[in-house]
């Protein structure tokens, strides 16, 4: 016989976890559905910033509406997100720095804490750093990183605190339809039947989709990322950094390190089911090339790791946020390597799309599915380069 609940939600990576959360605070008791464990896919290996700076207004205030939960996460979640305030600095080429300056005013237009800064201001916030090849960037002081694992498993612990149900080691195997509805899932040993069902599969969120009939437009996106040990004399932090002019961002971690990751070189249509232990050949070696331009006392640092992970991308490298298919069946995925940051609003968005119909803490309707249909592809109002090349 079937089990019941009131919605199926398939992954609990941050996306499925921030839906859960915040469809248990309206009073529903959802199942979380996870064929690995909380945080196995790009959740558990997501580089974890947490800034506003984007070229698109809708991503720009989902990042913000979600830095209230980062920065006050005990008093809103419980327990801690392993939020770091580092500051953020976003630098671009000269030939970008207009729209630079447009978007860091829309930012400022949506209450962000961000203002533009001249190259002379980073070297005095990071001496170690070389500053001579751009002449503005975007500062964020309140911005830095936070740990995706422990924010899945806190939002989670949360939702199970006010009766969701998170099952494990449990694969969604088929999504069961009647007359154009959902009406449930079957796993391995059980099958559940419930009004609503909710696609947060991250890489593979086309193959989940698909088991309602439903085509989506997401593809895999692999992305390596490398730890280094920064030698003593660097000091004890330096900002988290997002560098176009060498397609690069970095970050500290605790213990001496710096995380790096690179914009270029990340494969698309890989199996998600891939090596992500290991990085690809050869790229260590193009990040070490990467931060030492940006650092050049990096060359006396070491190696500590190295590891990929997988995300779900679309052709315009935004989400999608809507119901789709048949009626009750909703898509959360397609994050397109950016999505940690936004997982609490777009939870609660979501959690209101499904319940009210319309999302009000921020307007979803940009993510909708159709937008590729309609031609209507997301890009900024004042556009950088696609971030993945
Ligand atoms: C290396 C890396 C670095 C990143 N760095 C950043 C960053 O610094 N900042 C940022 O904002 N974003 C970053 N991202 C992107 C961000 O991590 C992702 O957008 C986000 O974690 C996606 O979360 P999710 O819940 O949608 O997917 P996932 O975390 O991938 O979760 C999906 C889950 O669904 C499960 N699943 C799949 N199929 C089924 C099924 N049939 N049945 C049951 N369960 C299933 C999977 O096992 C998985 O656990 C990074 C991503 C990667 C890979």
Known sequence: MAETADAVIIGAGIHGASLAFHLAQRGLKPVILEKRFVAAGATGRSSGLVRMHYDLEPESALAWASYRYFSRWDEIVGGDCGFHRTGFVQIVAPAAEAALRANVAMHQRLGIPSLLVTSDDIRRLAPAFVTDDFAVAAYEPESGYADPTASAAGLLEAARRKGARLMQDTRVQAIRTQAGRVVGVDTGGVSIDAPIVVNAAGAWAAEVGKLAGVDLPVTTWRHDTAFFIRPPDLGPTHPTVIDFINSMYFRP???????VGLEDGN????????????ALSGFVERAIERICRRIPAMERGGLHSAHGGYDGITPDQRAILDQVGPEGFFAVCGFSGTGFKIGPAAGACMAERILDGRATTVDITPFRLSRFSEGKPLTGEHAYESIWR
């Open 253 to 259: 971690e605790t213990g001496r390190l710096t995380l």
């Open 267 to 278: 494969p698309l249509g890989l199996s998600p089911e891939g090596d992500s232990e290991r």
